[in-house]
């Protein structure tokens, strides 16, 4: 049971380059999210989806696209990366309704 | 404004000494409210889930507790394997299910 995989584990982007970041879960939740991790401040809400075909912001959403066309897959782009997207990037997904997310391992991106 | 606090920031503990960790929280609806470890490089990793004031959860060496205001998360004789950072959420009522994090306490259990 692989539970959330994410991918990749590492990047490095030039400023203006684009990416997607992959997110995939094998418990059938309904619930898939995004967040970034950055020193200091927490984990904060990218992106989120309750369900396949759904998208809703999150807390800081500016700079970043996401798309669920299968309910197991969550990705997120970042069209033109800048430095200030340097972060490590988690996907959890949880099955509502009051139980608890599930983390990947998390995608570092450096923005150079 | 939805705010989870964490405090302490960062602790250190011998092995064996006893402490706690706080979580306060000021949300317009709580529907929960988790603890999380994370080691340094990887996810955050579920610990307990707590839904009501008066709840308590027990897992080894660890004990979470809810009043209407914060959590306790009591680590009764730490080990060393016990160092990690431990994250507090909570979720709010609603279709959305989010979650709010705190910024964490880092532990360092020394032998």
């Known amino acids: 049971n692989a539970g959330v995989t994410q991918t990749p584990k590492f990047r490095v982007l030039k400023t203006g380059q684009s990416m997607t970041l992959l997110c995939a879960q094998d418990?059938?939740?309904?619930?898939m999210y995004w967040y970034r991790q950055d020193p200091g401040m927490g984990l904060r809400l990218i992106h989120y989806s309750v369900g396949e075909g759904t998208t809703a912001k999150g807390e800081v959403p500016d700079g970043y696209n996401v798309s669920r066309l299968k309910k197991q897959n969550f990705l997120l782009g970042l069209e033109s990366a800048a430095p200030s997207q340097t972060s490590v990037y988690f996907c959890a997904s949880s099955y509502p309704p009051n139980t608890e997310a599930f983390f990947g391992q998390g995608t570092r991106l450096t923005v150079v | 404004e939805d705010q989870v606090t964490q405090s302490p920031e960062a602790l250190r503990l011998q092995e064996g000494e006893s402490s706690s960790l706080n979580c306060s929280y000021t949300v317009s609806g709580l529907r929960g409210l988790f603890w999380y470890r994370q080691d340094p490089g990887k996810g955050p990793e579920f610990l307990f889930t707590?839904?009501?004031a008066g709840e308590e959860k027990e897992k080894e060496r660890l004990k979470a507790t809810l009043t209407k205001k914060e959590s306790f998360l009591h680590i009764t004789a730490p080990k060393p394997e016990d160092s990690a950072t431990y994250l507090c959420a909570v979720q709010l009522g609603g279709a959305t299910n989010k979650l709010i994090f705190g910024t964490g306490t880092l532990l360092a259990v020394q032998p």
């Open positions: 707590l839904y009501s």
């Open positions: 418990m059938n939740h309904e619930y």
